[in-house]
């Protein structure tokens, strides 16, 4: 029979989640989570601070958890991930629901203050030389118990006859990064965030925008004469007209040979600029043979953008469209943390600050790699169930993943070659 020796030792051999531990060596790197302490909750330190908690619920968000309760076995068994803050392991769920149902409105300030802090020091957006596209819309989370806080009956895509609130954001799609957002009852209208959302958009960006190089682009809720007046002469823009009707008359009058195709079901007509806008009247043909009519208003320049450009470049509004589908479906901002406004506003925030730091992780840590165009989805929900072994003297940390998964290789790919200081086996 084999002897077995037992001995003492600094050699540990542990399990961690490799994405999660990659995930923290980045922002680590960048000394983004220490920006955290700056807001201010009011709890007892027991065993945990208060910035410990934060961290918490925000690598919650980091590894797909659905429900708060899934901290308990995703988060609380990886004592490796937690000893990099110096804790031996996560805070349970219990602690974790406490914090968010504690953060008040000062707190809300706060996250949007470190939020900001993050965006300017980390954006890419603010190191491009070309054009900047900033994406304006609202969408809908359901709510329907009695007892959420400041839940209201409004309008829900699809949806008739719920209560809850409405999720205002401004986001770059071509870097992906979250600029701004707001928390408002169900009954709120889209436009009422508008000025809000612009005054962010131009704080954020303010050099882009003295150099036209920014560009709002507007869905047709925020498309009223009125809004567009306060704009026009602030930033470039491209919105859908409020009103259809509009464009329904307007149509009467153009020509049929006046029309210009842009496929087969669509033509454009743009009539003569007036006071520095140009308007573009839209026709679709439908699945029943008859016409539908809109309207595009925009204030660039027809040298820069045709009217068929101009109808293409309007349609790629649906990164803003594909990143609500995010929240909801991969950071599972739909399932309600708590029924307490501040706390689900709160959730949000921390949330949008976690998108920024994934998507800072994908252009700084992935760029050139196998992985570069890889989705969120597959980051969080692929790449994050896969453990890894982890073996720790004084001086090193080992982490192995599963060399038969393919997605495990090409991560260690990614971990080690250009960026040493945020390798996984950097100990720096």
Known sequence: MKSITFTTGDFKEEKTSAWLAGFIKFAQTIDALDLLEQVKVKMKKVNYTVHQKMITLLLSIIMGCKYTSDVNHKLVPDTV??????????????????????????????????????????????????????????????????????????????????????????????????????????????????DDLVKDTLVKLSDVAKEHRLILRIDSGYGSDDNISKICDKVLFVAKAYSTVRAANIAKTIKKEDWKEVD??????????????????????????SFEYTMLVSNIPSGRMSAIEMFHFYNKRQTIEAFFKTCKNVYHIKNLRTRKFNGIYAFL??????????????????????????????????????????KQTAQTIIVTLPGINALARKFVDCMQPKYEQISLFSTS
């Open 81 to 194: 991930a937690a000893n990099m803050f110096d804790m031996k392991r996560f805070p349970d769920q219990s602690q974790v629901n406490e914090l968010i149902r504690r953060i008040d409105e000062k707190g809300i300030e706060q996250l949007a203050s470190v939020h900001h802090q993050m965006f300017m020091q980390n954006a890419q957006c603010l190191s491009s030389s070309g054009f900047i596209v900033v994406d304006i819309d609202q969408s809908g989370l359901i709510a329907n118990g009695k007892t959420y806080e400041a839940a209201q009956k409004g309008y829900f895509s699809k949806k008739k006859n719920q209560r809850g609130y409405q999720l205002s954001a401004a986001f770059c799609g071509e870097s992906s990064e979250t600029i701004s957002l707001y928390l408002d009852p169900g009954n709120t209208h889209c436009s009422a965030r508008f």
């Open 264 to 289: 087969g079901c669509v033509d454009v007509f743009e009539l003569p600029i007036v006071e520095g806008l140009r308007h573009i009247v839209v026709r679709t043909l439908t699945s029943k043979g």
């Open 349 to 390: 925030w921390f949330v949008f600050i976690s998108h920024n730091l994934l998507s800072w992780f994908k252009s700084i840590v992935l760029s050139g790699t196998e992985l570069e165009g890889v989705g969120t989805k597959t980051l969080i929900e692929k790449l994050g169930f896969i453990t890894a072994e982890v």
